[in-house]
C-alpha cells in the first residue's frame, strides 16, 4: 500500500528513536522508553524502540527492561556513528514500511539535528523539546489543574481525542504550549532529556523483548557529510541530571567568583551534590558550560536545590522548579528566586554558606 | 561564491516577559533583538567575505518592520537583504516556514561553492528545527551546532559540539551550517556601513513571488497550512511562597530541616 502521511489510520504503533554513542544506549533512551510505554497503553498498541549502529544487536534487549516490547535494530558500519543522512535515510525507509502513530526522539544535540530533517522528510510536524506528553484527555486535564493557571473545568475538552498532545516552554519558560499534530503522521517530538521519568528496571521483560531487523539500502554515496573525528571533553563532564543534590551558584558570586564556586563545592560535598550555575555564569567563563541549570542549560530534579546568589530569571527557574526542596540564598530580599524556593535566607552567600557548612557538619556529628 | 544567512527578529525574552491575558506574549510591548545564534551566523558569512570576497546576502521572514534588523545587518557588512514576508505566511510553524525560506533561497539561488548559514535556534520558540529543515527542502548536506567552521576550495570543515564532546565533519559546498554563538564575536556596524546600509538592495519577497516555487506547497504553509498547531497555551502557575528563615542562627535553623527530614 502506498504510503500516504495524512491516512492517520494506516499508522500504529509507538516507536522511540533509541541513541547510541560509541555503542552504548544514552540515558535519555530508557526515560524515553518508560515514558512511551504509557502512551503506548494509553493507545493500546506496542511499543518498539529503534535502534541504529554497527553491533548494537546485543544491546537491544535492555530497552524491553524498561517498557519495549519490540526494538528495530537496523545494523551497518555505515551507521557506527550518527550522520544526519545515513541516519536520516535509514529512518524514514523503516518508518514509510511500518508506519508508526508516534515517533519520539531524545532532544540530544543529534536528536535535534535528526529529528527535523526526518520530519521534513517524512511530510509531517515536529514539536521540539517536549516536557509532558498525553494522550488520554482526562490525563491532560488533571496536568493543566496542576501546571497551569486555566480553570479546566470552564473549558469544553473532547474526551475522544487521540492525538498525543505534547507540551513544552517556549519563550525561555514564560509560557508553555501545547502543540498537536493532528493532520498528519507519524506525530513527532523531540524530548528534553532528564525530565521524563526512568521506571524500574525489569529483567524478565527485557529477556522477553523481540528483535526485528528491517531491511533497508544504505550505501556510502548516500552520506553527504564525512565524521572525521569523535573527541570527548578532557574532562570529566559533571552528570547534573543524575544528582540527588545540585548546588548551584548565581552572579551573586560576582565578587569573587573563585571563592564562590568553591564554597559551592564544599557545601556540595557535604550534601553529597555537584555544582550547577545560572547562565550568567557560565557566560562569564567562570565555571565550564556543562554546569548550566535552565532553559538553555539542564532540567534537573534533585532531592535538594541550592541557589546562592542566583535571582531566580524564569529561564533558570524552567531548569530547576521541580526539584524537591528548594533552598535560596540571596542578598536581595525580593529576588524572584524566593518565590519558587521553600526556604529562604536572605543574606551574603560569602557568610551564610561557610555557617551553613559548619552547621550541617554540627547536625551529622550529633546524629 | 554566495554567503545566504538566515536571521530572525524576536522578542528580547532576557528583558521583561509581558503576557497578554489569553496567554500569549504581549510582543508590542517587548523590545526585538537580532536571535544572538543569528549573530554569530552572520558573523561567521562576514568571515568568509573577509576571507574570501563572496558575497553576503541576509534573509529573514518577518513582518515589514524587520527591514530595520536587516538594514542594521547590512551595515554590519552584508550586501544585500531579502524580506520575505506576507500575511499568508503569518503563523508559519517550522515545517511551513522552512518551506518557505527554502523555496527564497531557491529564487536567490543556491550553487556550488555556496554556503548557508543560520543560527542553531532562535531565543523566543528555541526549536533548532528550521536550519536542518531548510537543508532537506534543498537538499543540502547539514552540519548544526558549528562551534568553529573553516571553508578552502569548497570544503566546508566543521567542529560540531555535542554534550560531551565535538565531531568534526566535512561536508562539500553548497551546505548548510546551523552556528551557536561560541562560535565568535560578531563585529558591530562600521560608521561606513550605517552611512551606506539604504543604499544597498533589500528585495521583498512576498507570497506571490514564491507561491509557484516546486519547493512550496500552498496548502501547508502559513497559521491554518501548518502542519503541528497550538492546542493550548498557559502561563505556569506560581509555587506557593516557602518559608524566610529568619533571626541570627538560620544555618543552624536548614541543618535541622534537613536532619529532621533526613536529607543529612
Known amino acids: 500500500m502506498a504510503y500516504d502521511c495524512t491516512d492517520t489510520a494506516a499508522f500504529k504503533g509507538v516507536w522511540v528513536f533509541c541513541e547510541q554513542r560509541e555503542g552504548k544506549l544514552m540515558p535519555t533512551d530508557f526515560e524515553l522508553i518508560s515514558e512511551a510505554r504509557k502512551l503506548a497503553d494509553e493507545l493500546g498498541c506496542e511499543l518498539s524502540g529503534l535502534l541504529l549502529g554497527e553491533n548494537v544487536e546485543g544491546i537491544a534487549k535492555e530497552l524491553g527492561g524498561y517498557g519495549a516490547d519490540k526494538v528495530l535494530v537496523c ?16 529512518i524514514c525507509d523503516v518508518i514509510h514500511e511500518y508506519k508508526p502513530e508516534v515517533f519520539l526522539i531524545g532532544a540530544t544535540n543529534i536528536g535535534r539535528d535528526l529529528g527535523p530533517r526526518c520530519a521534513a522528510r517524512l511530510h509531517t510536524g515536529l514539536t521540539a523539546d517536549a516536557t509532558h506528553l498525553d494522550i488520554d484527555t482526562a490525563k491532560y486535564m488533571d496536568f493543566l489543574r496542576t501546571s497551569s493557571t486555566i480553570d479546566v473545568d470552564s473549558q469544553k475538552f473532547n474526551m475522544e481525542d487521540r492525538n498525543l498532545k505534547m507540551t513544552r516552554p517556549a519563550f525561555g519558560g514564560h509560557l508553555m504550549a501545547t502543540i498537536i499534530c493532528p493532520r498528519f503522521r507519524p506525530q513527532m517530538s523531540t524530548v528534553r532529556p532528564g525530565v521524563m521519568k526512568k521506571s524500574a528496571f525489569d529483567a524478565a521483560k527485557a529477556e522477553a523483548c523481540q528483535i526485528v531487523k528491517p531491511a533497508f539500502e544504505l550505501t556510502e554515496a548516500d552520506c553527504k557529510t564525512k565524521v572525521l573525528s569523535i573527541e570527548k571533553a578532557a574532562k570529566k563532564m559533571v552528570d547534573l541530571i543524575g544528582a540527588d543534590v545540585v548546588v548551584s551558584v548565581g552572579r551573586g558570586i560576582s565578587k569573587d567568583p573563585q571563592a564562590g564556586i568553591k564554597l559551592a563545592e564544599e557545601l ?13 555564569v557560565v557566560d562569564s567563563g567562570w565555571i565550564s558550560s556543562d554546569h548550566q541549570v535552565g532553559q538553555t542549560g539542564k532540567t534537573v530534579h534533585p532531592k535538594i536545590y541550592v541557589a546562592l546568589g542566583i535571582s531566580g530569571a524564569i529561564q533558570h527557574v524552567a531548569g530547576m522548579q521541580d526539584s524537591e526542596m528548594i533552598i535560596a540564598v540571596n542578598k536581595n530580599d525580593m529576588a524572584p528566586i524566593f518565590g ?3 526556604y529562604g535566607i536572605c543574606g551574603d552567600l560569602f557568610k551564610v554558606v561557610p555557617q551553613l557548612i559548619a552547621s550541617i557538619k554540627a547536625a551529622k556529628a550529633a546524629e | 561564491m554566495k554567503a545566504i544567512v538566515c536571521v530572525k ?6 528583558g521583561k516577559v509581558a503576557v497578554n491575558e489569553n496567554g500569549t506574549l504581549d510582543r508590542a510591548s517587548m523590545a526585538t533583538i537580532t536571535n544572538p545564534d543569528d549573530l554569530a551566523a ?7 567575505k573577509d576571507q574570501t570576497g563572496c558575497e553576503v546576502i541576509v534573509v529573514t521572514m518577518g513582518p515589514p518592520p524587520a527591514e530595520g534588523m536587516l538594514r542594521e545587518l547590512i551595515a554590519r557588512g552584508a550586501d544585500r537583504a531579502v524580506l520575505v514576508s506576507g500575511r499568508e505566511f503569518g503563523g508559519s510553524d517550522t515545517f511551513a516556514t522552512s518551506q518557505i525560506l527554502a523555496a527564497a533561497i531557491n529564487k536567490i539561488g543556491v550553487e556550488k561553492g555556496d554556503v548557508v548559514f543560520c ?10 528545527q528550521v536550519g536542518p529543515q531548510i537543508a532537506e527542502k534543498l537538499h543540502l548536506p547539514q552540519i548544526t551546532y558549528v562551534a568553529d567552521v573553516k571553508v578552502e576550495d569548497g570544503v566546508v570543515t566543521a567542529k560540531r559540539m555535542l554534550e560531551d564532546g565535538f565531531m568534526m565533519i566535512q561536508a562539500e559546498t553548497p551546505c548548510l551550517l546551523t ?7 560578531p563585529r558591530y556596524m562600521s560608521v561606513g556601513g550605517i552611512f551606506e546600509c539604504y543604499s544597498k538592495p533589500m528585495d521583498v519577497f512576498d507570497y506571490n513571488a514564491l507561491k509557484d516555487d516546486p519547493l512550496i506547497e500552498v496548502d501547508t504553509i502559513g497559521l491554518k497550512g501548518s502542519p503541528t498547531n497550538v492546542f493550548k497555551s498557559f502561563t505556569p502557575p506560581q509555587k506557593g511562597a516557602g518559608t524566610m528563615l529568619e533571626g ?17
Open chain 2, 9 to 14: 527578529q524576536v522578542p528580547d525574552t532576557s
Open chain 2, 42 to 48: 552572520v558573523e561567521a558569512a562576514l568571515r568568509l
Open chain 1, 268 to 280: 556540595a560535598a557535604e550534601l553529597g551534590g555537584v555544582v550547577g550555575a545560572s547562565r550568567a
Open chain 2, 248 to 264: 541570627d542562627d538560620v544555618a543552624a535553623q536548614m541543618a535541622g530541616i534537613l536532619a529532621a527530614k533526613h536529607l543529612i
Open chain 1, 340 to 342: 519558587v524556593a521553600d
Open chain 1, 75 to 90: 545494523d551497518s558500519p555505515l551507521l557506527k556513528d550518527y550522520t544526519t543522512d545515513a541516519y536520516t535515510k535509514v
Open chain 2, 119 to 128: 543560527g542553531r535556534q532562535a531565543i523566543d520558540g528555541d526549536t533548532a
Open chain 2, 179 to 185: 552556528c551557536v554563538k561560541e562560535l565568535n564575536e
